[in-house]
Nanobody, 126 residues
């Protein structure tokens, strides 16, 4: 069992930055690739970014490339999502998730994830 808790959501103006953290507890953190997803009102949950178990490879959806950076600190059992140049369309609940996988970072599917956090709301105003 793995418990995930997100921190760092909030309200920010367009063009601003936020850094989300996801703290994991329970089973070995390094058994899992970590992903970030988001869900806007009345929209399906979508993949945002992933980081491999080593932290050496990452993968992003096209809409956030060059603006978001995903990383992890295995010594702290924590994954991060640094979000820069935020846009109103980035407004959503952001979820971290874990998948038992030790390959290279890749796009992640909602149904493939083993554990989920409860989410952190990010609101970007115009």
């Amino acid at each position: 069992q793995v418990q995930l808790v997100e921190y760092g959501g909030g309200l920010v103006q367009a063009g601003g930055s936020l850094n989300l953290s996801c703290v994991a507890s329970g089973r070995a953190f390094t058994d899992y690739a970590m992903g970030w997803f988001r869900q806007a009102p009345e929209r399906v949950r979508e993949f945002v970014a992933s980081v491999s178990w080593t932290g050496r490879s990452t993968y992003y959806t096209d809409s956030v490339k060059g603006r978001f950076t995903v990383s992890r600190d295995n010594a702290k059992n924590t994954a991060y999502l640094q979000m820069n140049n935020l846009k109103p369309e980035d407004t959503a609940d952001y979820y971290c998730a874990a998948e038992r996988f030790r390959g290279t970072a890749q796009v992640m599917r909602v149904e493939a994830m083993d554990y989920w956090g409860k989410g952190a709301l990010v609101t970007v105003s115009t």
